[in-house]
């Protein structure tokens, strides 16, 4: 769509949208391929390893721990020092954390290394989201950041068919091992990616405790708790079912190659589940198109927990994929653009941050509850009730800010 021109006079044109997008989202893409991998590969490694499911629910909630964190933490920083560069420190160090992860020797140092995998993980997604938002043209800002976020759908789907033809033939450490390529790709982040025209252009003293603070404002005190509220919520529910869905189907009796199949079918899911929000949110707005989509997720969590046959199974598998990531692509577009440039990275930042708590316990729960022989109708009634409250506190308190210009 050739160039977008910078709005301030005498800041230099950011080069062209869709070259800022791909490499963002190629970067995204291998976030989320690293971040699925651990899904598929628990198995594998509780089998090798001996362990119970309720400390390979530790195992998983570890990651989500170092997201906490690293959301937090480099949202703040991407106030302060810029989206661009804050973008390629957590990808780097996420990337060199798996490639170590293929050698670790015990659950010791497995933990730690994906408390930093987490790290950079966390810190990336809302630095990439506020780089893209912020680079694009407000008529088509809604539909470019869900497009970023497609390209997790991607990365899920290629963990999903990298564990399938690897990790039965080459066991879970050959894995981590094509994780680790990202690290490469910083290389071409460095040259490719300018700073944000919308941070350049920021004429107010740049500080993270400014930042912080205004997060916490008057005006913005009801946006940030509700969108915090909402990434507990889409957290809780999405790592909580996600990370379990190939154990879960390995306990109903699956074989291992059987239950990554099945989960690599319900993925694809994914891919149309981001398209479709990315017209809706131009379409009918952020908020319109997020609220049904929680509710349907809700509904679809429902059916799959209470699925009985194999074709029951995949159709609210695929169902459950389709609406969970079309929320999830509505949330960051929410999300991002509730917040002021001033506070823009900080705000999702903080709001992804405080919603790993959500991926910290849910992994937890579900492995606990597994072990106690509790039914998956009542673990997924679980985040069918989970959803639904998300659905209510965004049709009741959540703003619409589709027509709303940045600031």
């Known amino acids: 769509m050739g160039l977008f021109t910078a709005r301030t006079h005498g800041l230099p044109k950011s080069p062209s949208i869709n070259r ?24 594998s490694i ?21 997201m906490a964190v690293g959301s ?50 966390g810190g990336e997604l809302p630095v990439a989201t506020t780089y893209v938002l912020e680079s694009s043209p407000e008529e088509e800002r809604g539909r470019r950041v869900v497009y970023l976020e497609t390209f997790w759908a991607l990365g ?16 879970w450490r050959v894995v981590f091992l094509i994780g680790a390529l990202p690290a490469l790709y910083t290389l071409i982040l460095r040259n490719a990616l300018p700073e944000s025209v919308e941070f350049i252009a920021l004429a107010e003293n740049k500080s993270m405790k400014k930042s912080f603070r205004t997060l916490w404002s008057n005006e913005l005190v009801a946006s940030t708790v509700v969108t915090s509220l909402l990434w507990f919520i889409m957290n809780f529910a999405y790592y909580g079912m996600f990370l379990w ?5 390995y306990y109903k009796g699956y074989s291992l190659v059987h239950s990554i199949g099945y989960v690599l079918i319900m993925t694809i899911a994914q891919v149309p589940g981001y398209l479709t929000a990315a017209w809706l949110v131009e379409k009918w707005g952020r908020k319109r198109t997020l609220v049904p989509a929680l509710l349907c997720t809700s509904l679809s969590a429902l059916g799959f927990g209470f699925s009985h046959s194999t074709v029951w199974l995949i159709v609210f598998g695929l169902l459950l994929n389709y609406f969970m990531l079309g929320a999830f692509a509505g949330t960051y577009i929410f999300t991002v653009e509730q917040f002021p440039t001033l506070a823009r990275a900080s705000g999702i930042g903080w709001a992804a941050g405080f919603g790993r708590i959500g991926g910290v316990i849910a992994p937890f729960l579900v492995g606990a509850l597994i072990g106690r022989s509790v ?31 940045l600031n």
């Open 20 to 43: 800022i997008l791909t490499v963002s989202g190629f970067g995204l893409l291998f976030d989320s391929m690293d971040n699925a991998l651990l899904a598929f590969v628990l198995t």
């Open 46 to 66: 509780g089998t090798q390893w001996h362990l119970s499911p309720g400390l390979l629910g530790l195992i998983g909630s570890v990651s989500f721990i170092g």
């Open 72 to 121: 937090a933490l480099a949202g703040l920083f991407a106030d302060r020092f810029g989206r661009r560069s804050v973008f390629m420190w957590t990808l780097l160090i996420y990337s060199i954390a798996t490639g170590l992860t293929a050698f670790a020797w015990g659950v010791g140092i497995f933990v730690v290394l994906r408390f930093l995998v987490g790290f950079g993980i």
């Open 156 to 171: 899920s789907l290629a963990a999903a068919l990298i564990s399938f033809f690897i990790v039965p033939s080459f066991g």
């Open 245 to 249: 869905l190939p154990s879960v189907l």
């Open 375 to 405: 039914g998956y109708p009542t673990i997924f009634s679980i985040f069918f009730v989970t959803v639904l409250i998300g659905f209510v506190i965004v049709g009741l308190f959540g703003r619409e800010t589709k027509a709303n210009k």
